[in-house]
């Protein structure tokens, strides 16, 4: 837990109620800070398995997984290539479109010398790095004043952004154990906009599990999380988010590899709905832990 990149605190906090968790259960668990001398870390910290509460970057695209493939520790989430895909906003889209799986239209911008900075998608857009969470460096851009600040804001995380055209619908969250879709959970931050407070602070969003929604648009968003799922090589309890727009069709933004674990977390709420209590969640979810490779 805790790690290199800009979500530190969240990973941290996710961590700690991890931790708590596998103590509640009687299970012998201990916290690893993670840092540049991770892999001297393991040496000295001879572990079973590791349960990943990291977030961001060396967290969520492959890296420590990869670092766990060399030490034969297994893991939780998704293997090497699945976490890198899945944290790549770019390939991840690039992937649901090869696969027909319906995501918003859109297009790339880099940080460089003499690369485009026109638009040719109409507003209203969402402004995003490739490689962040947690919402970070996220802009929605409704009026063309707003669109050099939101390029400068993405561009300082990130020299490659993808700019979607944005989609006005339901904000849900479709946890998953394995390829079975869990409770969905309609998210409604009172800003209009999920973003970091929204996400992390206590009494801006209303959650609603399970989420309003007819049978057909139920199963639809299920049959996307699913095919989601495979495309790109989910494993454990990942989470599948996307806006179900107003012609009923779920436009999925993306899938995150290691979903929050804090007290106002999506999947905990789903899981709870199912009767799975937090703890008992923790534990299922290190009984996945596996390797990639086997040598």
Known sequence: ??????????????????????KRKGLNALPILVDHQIGDTLKSNPIDLAFLALHGTFGED????????????????????????????LKSKEILKFHGIPTADYEV??????QKADRSLDLPVVVKPTNQGSSLGVTIVKEEGQWQAALKVAFSYSDEIIVEKFIDGKLLAIGMNQMEPMPIVHIRPK??????????SSGKTEYICPAELDEDAVNRCKQV????????????????????????I???????????????????????????EFDDLVVEILKTAQLDYTV
Do not use: W
Not at 109 to 114: C, E, H, Q, T, V
Not at 191 to 200: I, L, R
């Open 191 to 200: 800003s209009g906009f999920y973003d970091y407070e929204a996400k992390y």
């Open 1 to 22: 837990m805790g790690g290199l990149s800009s979500e530190q605190e969240i990973s941290s906090i996710t961590g700690n109620c991890v931790l708590e968790a596998l």
């Open 225 to 248: 999380s699913k095919q989601v799922f495979l495309a790109l090589k989910g494993r454990g309890f990942p989470r599948v988010d996307v806006i179900l727009d107003h012609e009923g």
């Open 62 to 89: 492959g890296c420590i997984q990869g670092l766990l493939e060399y030490y034969k520790i297994p893991y939780t989430g998704a293997g090497v290539m699945g976490s890198a895909l899945a944290y790549d906003k």
């Open 109 to 114: 911008f880099y940080n460089s010398p003499g």
């Open 250 to 276: 779920p436009q999925v933004l993306e899938m995150n590899t290691i979903p929050g674990m804090t007290p106002t977390s999506l999947l905990p709420m789903a899981a709870k709905h199912m009767g799975l």
